[in-house]
């Protein structure tokens, strides 16, 4: 079978349609006439070429997803595992087919990826993945030379959520991203007694039970961000955000999602360089 046939497979295997299979094809990139697409601003494609990575095209990944049905205890703190690994799962296949697009086109990475939850008309429990983001290949002498893989320990393209500038500032530096990283998790909140919140009135005072319902959720998040990290062999994580979303679950159910980028050391000798000083000349 042609590497064109592996492809055509491999795309096909992870849920890719063909109109997506069609659209790398044509853009064959580094032959003469080709052309490359990305989501990257001007400045962004400008220092992601400085620093020696050529775009190659933009590439995608979508799930659309039936989120299950979990109820919580009223009055209980407690993980809906059911909603945490629904919300986990249908971002892990919106990556996955990016990613396949990427290994498509040769990329050895994707740049400045978004990551967005859109929930559909279809119903409220039905909602849309996206992961979007520009592959790029690097060229010889990327990074200051002497790398020879760019891809994690997966054999899979990296892929970051920096920016452009963010990005050049890493390769600069000396460290390249692994992967996004990241973790989730659904969260029920127990609702307040009724003589508590009596009790509660006019006074300053802490609702341990909600204080410790929204810390257990942000750490199991964050626990599962970092696993996914030391999966990976990286030495850290840079860019974490993390967000919460309640989507259409009501006040009392919220989902706290972790995400960063997982980052290693080009060389064991690299040096960071000093900032400089830069003073603008606008008035």
């Known amino acids: ?24 094809a044509e853009l064959q990139p580094g032959r003469p006439g080709s052309i490359f697409t990305s989501d990257l601003s001007v400045n962004e494609f400008l220092l992601v070429r400085e620093v020696g990575f050529r775009p190659l095209g933009l590439v ?9 049905l979990q109820i919580g205890r009223w009055g209980s703190n407690q ?4 909603l945490s690994q629904a919300m986990y799962h249908a971002r892990e296949l919106a990556m996955s087919r990016m990613e396949a697009e990427a290994d498509a086109l040769r990329a050895d990475g994707i740049v400045g990826v978004r990551l967005d939850v859109e929930m559909k008309e279809f119903g409220s429990d039905i909602a849309e993945f996206i992961a979007v983001g520009t592959a790029v290949k690097a060229e010889e002498g990327a990074g200051g030379g002497g790398v020879e893989n760019w891809r994690n320990n997966k054999n899979q393209p990296f892929t970051s959520d920096l920016s452009g500038q963010d990005f050049w500032t890493l390769i600069r530096a000396g460290y390249a991203p692994l992967g996004m990283v990241m973790g989730s998790c659904v969260y029920h909140v127990a609702h307040q007694k009724f ?5 509660n009135i006019g006074k300053n005072v802490e609702i341990e039970q909600f204080t410790q319902a929204l810390y257990d959720a942000r750490e199991l998040a ?5 696993a996914e990290a030391e999966a990976l062999h990286a030495e850290g994580i840079v860019g974490v955000q993390l ?41």
């Open 60 to 68: 995608l990944g979508s799930s659309i997803y039936h989120v299950g």
């Open 195 to 199: 003589g508590s919140k009596i009790g």
């Open 243 to 283: 967000r919460q979303h309640s989507h259409t679950w009501g006040s009392h159910t919220t989902e706290f999602f972790a995400i960063g980028t997982a980052v290693r050391p080009l060389r064991p000798d690299h040096i960071i360089e000093r900032p400089t000083m830069v003073l603008t000349l606008d008035a």
């Open 79 to 82: 993980e809906l595992d059911v």
């Open 1 to 24: 079978m042609t590497d064109q046939g592996n492809i055509a497979t491999e795309l096909d295997a992870a849920g890719v349609p063909h109109d997506a299979m069609q659209r790398l």
């Open 222 to 226: 964050m626990s599962r961000m970092q």
